[in-house]
Structures are given as C-alpha cells and as structure tokens.
C-alpha cells in the first residue's frame, strides 16, 4: 500500500506556513485573555498636589470684619488663601508605606498592592501581586496615615501638627490595562486643610499672648472616604469629641523705632480634616487667653473670633491653605518720646513721653508731633505792632494749607528783623516754642529735633489726624467760617494729653498761636478747641499776651 506524500516543494511550504500562522493567531488570543500582573507590567509613580492648587478656592471665604473690643482696642479679622507653590515646581512625595487598591467599573474592589515609595516611584513588597484582567480600573493609592478596613478608607486628626508622613494622602486614577508595559502616575492629595495664626500689630509686639482654638460642640475627629464614590462622611461609633488646642503666638523681641512699623506674628500650620463635618468648617473658634497690645490686656471673655468658612453648604477645603489675621488696632494715638522713637502709650516702658505723632516718618519724609505741654505762661506773638514775617498772604486757602511753621521760625530771611525769630525775644511766642524743653535725644539733621511754633496748616493736619475732622475743615473757605463742632469728646481729646503729662489741649478761654501773619490787618493767626468745637483766626493785636498760649511742634 502506497502513502500519499507531498513532494512538491511548494506544498510543502504552504502546510509549513498554515501552521505556523494557527500557532501564533492561538498564542495571541491567550495572551490577550489572560490575567496580567500589574506589579510587572506597571510602574507606579506618585506626585504630591501643592496646596491651594484650587484656583477657585477663595470662593467661600468671609469678608474682613472689624470688632470693637470694648477696652480702646479693635481688631480687623480676616482669612486669607496662602500663596499657590509655582506649578512649575514640584512638590515631592513623602517616603514610605503605601497602598494601590484596584476597582472595577463597579466600583467593586478586585486587587491589592502593598510598597514601598522612593523617590515618587512604587515599589511592591516582595510577594505582593495584582492580577487583572485585560480593562479598564479606578486604581486608588494610598499612605500609611490611611486605614483600609476592607471596605473603605479611614482617617482623622488626632495629630493637629502632623509630621509629613502622618498627613493622610489620597491619590485617583483611572486607566485602561493591557499586555504593554506603562505608567500610571497618581496626583496624591491631602485628606487635610492648614490654618495658621496670625496677629498684626503697629510699632510694637504684642506680648505673651496665648490663646486656644476650640469648638463649640462636638465634632467627628475620623473621617470615610467611600471608595465606590469618594465621598467624605464622618464615622459615627469613631472618636466624636469637642477639639480644644492651646498656643502662644511668638515673638521677636523687635526694639521700639522712628518708623511705624508693621509687626507680625505667626503661628506655624494646624491641620484639620477637610470637610462640613470635620473641625474647621463646624463652629470653630479662636479665643484669647493672655497677654497684652499697646499694653493693654487682650479679651479673654465672650470675644470669640468664628473660623467659620461657609455657613451654607459643604466647602471642601481638603488640600487648602489658610491664615486667619487679627489685626490690633488701638484707638490711642502714637506718642513720640525722649529718644525720637514712637509707640503707643502703654508700650512706653522706660522711654519719656514728649509729643503726640500727628503724621508718622517715612523713609522719604520726616514725621512731625504735637508737644505734650504749652510753653511756659501766656505770650505775645510780638512785643509790638507792624509786619514781622516777610510772607504775609490775604488769601485764606493759602494760609489754611500752609507748612511752613518751622521756616518761619528758624529762617531768618522769613524775618523783617534782621535774624530769626527762634532767637529774637521780642518775638515771644517763637522764642518760647524754640527753647521749649524737654529736649529730644535725636541729632539735629535739616529740621529734625529741632521745636518751633506751627502754622496754621500744621494745625490743620492735627485736626485731620488727631481729631479726625477732615471731612468738617473742607468747608472751610474764609476766616469766616473756620469753625466746626467737634465729634471726639473733648475729654477724650485731652486725655491724650494729661495721660502722658502733658496739658490739655483745650481751653474755653484762651487761642494758642500760629506762625502766620495775615495780610489784611497785619493780625497773627490762632488756633482754638473749646467746648463748642474747634476754629481758626487771626488776631489783629499782635503783643497781647492775656489769653494767649504757644504749644510747640517738632520734626523728627
């Protein structure tokens, strides 16, 4: 019996190849069904969201708000979103523990990988294995600060100052899994906010002060994070508890200066579960417990100051970066003392009061004060009649807005005389205001340090700056009408005065003189504050001395 055999050549090849073809068409439909090991084929990399990434984060904030505090003090509050960390730099991930569970389009879980991460990049530990088939997966990384307890995330914040590794950290991702080798990067973000604690004062620090951060009731401490959805959702049966934290603000021990300087104080960041049911979105407060500003205690009882953020709805402020501002304002004026340095009356400590600031030094311009006292007794502008200024101007908005008190007295081209007036006795009241004392311990620079009798626009700027009445001296248009009530209690005034040993600055019965020398009866003018309000005008007598007061004013 014969057996069919196959010579032709190519026959031959075309049976070889048609085996061939159904070999390999097989072996790609295995692999394309078979489970693939993800820890294999996949490298995990994982990078941090910066904080206040969320552009639209500032949405919810409250407005600032300013509260009287009832003891002359005030305070301006107000949250502030911090400064986003440039895009351009990358926020590195924490070392560690991590954990990448894998869904299904379900949301149901279908595997687990446990690691290591360095550097941003995952590594299993040895035996862990995740095995998939060909799809689509919702991976969701986790670190060590996160519990699984098997069907969800748990976490909480038992820790308001974490260390980097305790902050818990959430990363999401959804993408598609095949034979090929890739990478899955996840954006890992913080399951937490950060508040820190600011005050702000003026000219000085704001002593041993302290104060806790506390919540009205109770509040969820452990947080869910449900898998399937990720929604947040306190966990009820877990820690429920009312939060009460204490702290001090620091301090610098910043020496007193010329300048009005901003001093600011800060706390570092408290961390606190980002969403309507956790700490900072309940009924948060801030509360005072010690210290002193502009030496004055700081309220400690019924001046709660609300971190609420919304009061309507869920914020989420998972991820978020804030600072809540107390700014302390104080309704006292600045004080200039012995040395040239400035400050409010109850900073004082071992420094001599001289003046009240009415407007402050800057780095361009000197500052100028009122003295605390009158020059000694009442004085005559001049020992006689006739023009003594060489500037004597008839137009009243002229004079009004004159500066240039201190010229008139020291210069003495601004003399009809022949020499200053600062050194002419026969001109009473600049003399006297020249050699007032005390003196001030500041080198004699230009105009600085130096006391002198004012014009009537520096009054104007006292009346602007001291007694607030800016609004009232606009209508002022002649000699005329330069008079208004007054709006600050005379009282108060004065105590500004008297508290600092100086003498009270109004008088029912006498003018305090100005530099200026009027055109239209060769009169000097004069300044008053008495009970009915504040004026200005001039005097056509010039050497009565009755009911006449000088008050010096200095640069510095």
Known sequence: MKRNRLTCPACVLVFVATVLFMGCSSENNIATDRPIDVAEKVQFSLGLEPFNADKEMSRALPQPKNIDLGNGLEAEISVETDVPEPSTRATPIYDGKYTIIALNSSGTRVGRLIGTVSGGKFTKDAGEHMRLAPGTYTFVCFNSAVTDDGTDLLYNEHNLQPTPQQEPLIGRTTTAISGVDYDVKFTMQRQVGRMRFRIVTSTSEGVGITAKILSNHYHFATQRYV??????????????????????????????????????????????????????????????????????????????????????????????????????????????????????????????????????????????????????????????????????????????????????????????????????????????????????NIPKEGRKGRWFLPSVGQWRLLAIHLLKEESAIQGFTDWSNAHAPIHLERTTIDKYFTDAGGDPLSDDYVYIRCSNQTKANEGAAQFSLREYGFSFSSASIQHQATWYVARAFVYF
């Open 227 to 440: 898998l399937a959805n990720e929604q947040k959702e306190g966990v009820h049966g877990a820690d429920y508890k009312q939060l009460v934290h204490s702290f001090s603000y620091p301090t610098t021990g910043a020496a007193p200066s010329s300048f009005v300087k901003t001093h600011k104080s800060t706390t570092d960041y408290y961390y606190f579960l980002g969403t309507s049911n956790g700490f900072i979105c309940s009924d948060t407060m801030l509360q005072f417990t010690d210290g002193t500003v502009y030496g004055k205690p700081v309220p400690t009882n019924n001046n709660y100051f609300s971190l609420v953020f919304n009061t309507s709805g869920v914020y989420d402020i998972r991820n978020k970066s804030y600072t809540f501002t107390i700014k302390f304002k104080t309704k006292d004026p600045l004080y200039l003392y012995q040395d040239g340095t400035i400050g409010y009356l109850g900073d004082k400590g071992t420094r001599t009061p001289v003046g009240i600031v009415i407007t402050p030094k800057t780095e361009t311009k000197e500052g100028m004060a009122v003295a605390l006292k009158c020059v000694p007794g009442e004085v005559e502008w001049s020992t006689s009649e006739g023009q003594k200024n060489t500037e004597m101007i008839s137009d009243f908005n002229t004079v009004f807005k004159s500066e240039n008190g201190y010229e008139q007295t020291y210069n003495a081209s601004m003399s009809t005389l022949g020499k200053a007036h600062a050194e002419n006795p026969d001109m009473p009241a600049f003399y006297a205001a020249a050699h007032y004392t005390p003196t001030l």
